[in-house]
């Protein structure tokens, strides 16, 4: 059974940076395209930023792009996502998974609190 672990959170001021990292058991995972995921009080968990297994294309939502920046490490089966120049709207719970469907079940999530 594949188990996620995200952690990294915590509570930043608007402008402030944080890395979060998610580290994948149980699977395969430099065969598999990851994302990062999030989801704010009251609306439905969106996408982030998804990766290519090779490690070379990702996607990001229009949101975020030019500030936040995912990477992976595969010799140590962990997702990474570095955070700049946060917003108070970036506040929500983050999470990792599969790219594109098909998902796994998901972590715990961590945290992020950007105050204003």
């Known amino acids: 059974q594949v188990q996620l672990v995200e952690s990294g959170g915590g509570l930043v001021q608007a402008g402030g940076s944080l890395r979060l990292s998610c580290e994948a058991s149980?699977?395969?995972?430099?065969?598999?395209?990851m994302g990062w995921y999030r989801q704010a009080p009251g609306k439905q968990r969106e996408l982030v930023a998804g990766?290519?297994?090779?490690?070379?294309?990702?996607d990001y939502v229009d949101s975020v792009k030019g500030r936040f920046t995912i990477s992976r490490d595969n010799a140590k089966n962990t997702l990474y996502l570095q955070m700049n120049k946060l917003k108070p709207e970036d506040t929500a719970v983050y999470y990792c998974?599969?790219?594109?469907?098909?998902?796994?079940?998901w972590g715990q999530g961590t945290q992020v609190t950007v105050s204003s």
């Open positions: 149980g699977t395969n995972f430099r065969d598999v395209n």
């Open positions: 998974n599969r790219w594109g469907g098909n998902f796994w079940d």
């Open positions: 990766l290519l297994r090779i490690g070379s294309i990702t």
